[in-house]
Nanobody, 127 residues
Framework: QVPLVESGGGLVRPGDSLRLSCATS????????LAWFRQAPGKEREFVAA????????YAVDSVKGRFTVSRDSVKNTGYLQMNSLEPEDTAVYYC????????????????????WGQGTQVTVSS
């Protein structure tokens, strides 16, 4: 197992920015696929963004492209989700997850691809 600890959520206004962090003391994060999902009340868990292992390509769902960026700091062994231009529709509990470094692009959006999950952090966007 790869223990994941998330932080950085909060209450912000539309147009504001937040950076979520996903820290681990387990395996080297650079060898894993790192993803972010979110779940709004009454909705299913939704893929947001992912970055493949060892400096691999990043991917994001269309609704956040150009606003959200997923990244990884190999020295700190921490993943990030930089969220800019936040909208009320972004309100959800956000989860980071890690899976095999060999995950292929077509399965990145499925929760079953990932083996370990953080506890979730609440992001609320409201005026």
């Amino acid at each position: 197992q790869v223990p994941l600890v998330e932080s950085g959520g909060g209450l912000v206004r539309p147009g504001d920015s937040l950076r979520l962090s996903c820290a681990t003391s387990g395996r080297a994060l650079r060898t894993l696929t790192l993803a972010w999902f979110r779940q709004a009340p009454g909705k299913e868990r939704e893929f947001v963004a992912a970055i493949k292992s060892n400096g691999g390509t990043s991917y994001a769902v269309d609704s956040v492209k150009g606003r959200f960026t997923v990244s990884r700091d190999s020295v700190k062994n921490t993943g990030y989700l930089q969220m800019n231009s936040l909208e009320p529709e972004d309100t959800a509990v956000y989860y980071c997850a890690t899976g095999s470094g060999r995950a292929i692009t077509s399965v990145l959006r499925y929760p079953s691809t990932y083996d370990d999950w953080g506890q979730g952090t609440q992001v609320t966007v409201s005026s």
